[in-house]
């Protein structure tokens, strides 16, 4: 499976960006996918992740009530909606995947190349 991310860029302090993580395949019946951010000199850190078959959403504290985590079965892709964007919050974020279970934890089966997204004050 291979998951390409895109949607990154340059957006100011209180802007939106939406980030769509495709998947080249959908062959298991019972999958997660989610996202993790990097920021420079930082470890990689849990942002959102939504169960595919129960719809069940996940966030971290810190984007609780401005990112939103969605999926379209039709197209394999899950996006990540991001509003009232902070300086704090500019990562490269990346998806990724744990397929056949029922929980979003690691080790996650699949990585997604990142897409850089900075926010600026």
């Known amino acids: 499976v291979q998951l390409q991310a895109s949607g990154g860029g340059l957006v100011q302090a209180g802007g939106s960006l939406r980030l769509p993580c495709a998947a080249s395949e959908r062959t298991f019946a019972n999958y997660h996918l989610g996202w993790f951010r990097q920021a420079p000199g930082k470890e990689r850190e849990f942002v959102a992740a939504i169960s595919w078959s129960g719809g069940t959403r996940y966030y971290a504290d810190s984007v609780k009530g401005r990112f939103t985590i969605t999926g379209d079965n039709a197209k394999n892709t899950v996006y990540l909606q991001m509003n009232s964007l902070k300086p704090e919050d500019t990562a490269v974020y990346y998806c990724?995947?744990?397929?056949?279970?029922?929980?979003?934890?690691?080790?996650?089966?699949?990585w997604g190349k990142g897409t850089l997204v900075t926010v600026s004050s």
């Open positions: 990724n995947m744990k397929v056949k279970s029922g929980t979003y934890t690691p080790p996650y089966d699949y």
